[in-house]
């Protein structure tokens, strides 16, 4: 299993660009999450989807946007980068809620807005 | 709302010293879960252990250990005889309803 994937790895934007982070998991997941590390600080949880077609937002949704059409799936849309979204986003994907809660992080994207 | 509290932003020890991080965390769920992950230099992010908040039995695992107090609502990790390979930031999490990360804690192990 390769766990959850996630790319590019690295990606350098201009204000105003747009971009899609792409994250995939093979382990049947039913939970996938997004977070934003930003430099020396803790994860912050963006979105959040708990099945296909089903998302929503966490703490830090403005500027971005999700979509889960497939279980493996879950991609993660900025539309008018800002220098703001530069940081390294994480993917990770659980079995469930609980005590199974575990999380399952990719080895993350680092986007550099100018 | 600061829902996790790492105080603690960073810690250097010399190698073989035990070292203590401290996790406060706040909600007003009865039910939560409460975790912490490990961050190498590499960047990665590790699984160390889960507990629900039923279970106020401390763990120890090898060299690390756990104390999980509800009357304080701290959730403490312990690494005893500290390795130059402990170095990494480490996160206490919550999770009552989303998922909340507190700021982590930097630890330095020196030899």
């Known amino acids: 299993n390769a766990g959850v994937t996630q790319t590019p790895k690295f990606r350098i934007l201009k204000i105003g660009q747009s971009m899609t982070l792409q994250c995939t998991q093979d382990?049947?997941?039913?939970?996938m999450y997004w977070y934003r590390q930003d430099p020396g600080m803790g994860l912050k949880l963006i979105y959040y989807?708990?099945?296909?077609?089903?998302?929503d937002k966490g703490e830090v949704p403005n500027g971005y946007n999700v979509s889960r059409s497939t279980t493996e799936d879950f991609p993660l849309r900025l539309e008018l980068a800002a220098p703001s979204q530069t940081s390294v986003y994480f993917c990770?994907?659980?079995?469930?809620?609980?005590?199974?809660?575990?999380?399952?992080f990719g080895p993350g994207t680092r986007l550099t807005v100018l | 709302a600061q829902k996790v509290t790492q105080a603690q932003t960073e810690i250097s020890v010399v190698e073989k010293e035990d070292v203590t991080l401290d996790c406060v965390y706040e909600?007003?769920?009865?039910?939560?879960?409460l975790f912490w992950y490990k961050q190498p230099p590499s960047g990665e992010l590790v699984f160390l252990i889960r507990?629900?908040?039923?279970?106020?039995q401390n763990e120890i695992s090898g060299r690390y250990s756990w104390n999980f107090q509800k009357s304080t609502s701290s959730f403490n990790f312990t690494i005893t005889a500290s390795q130059v390979v402990d170095s990494a930031v480490y996160f206490c999490?919550?999770?009552?309803?989303?998922?909340?990360f507190g700021s982590g804690t930097k630890l330095n192990v020196k030899p």
């Open positions: 990770a994907s659980s079995s469930s809620r609980g005590n199974y809660n575990e999380q399952f």
């Open positions: 382990m049947n997941h039913n939970y």
């Open positions: 989807s708990v099945g296909a077609g089903i998302t």
């Open positions: 909600t007003r769920d009865t039910t939560y879960y």
């Open positions: 507990r629900n908040s039923f279970d106020e």
């Open positions: 999490a919550l999770d009552f309803n989303k998922f909340y």
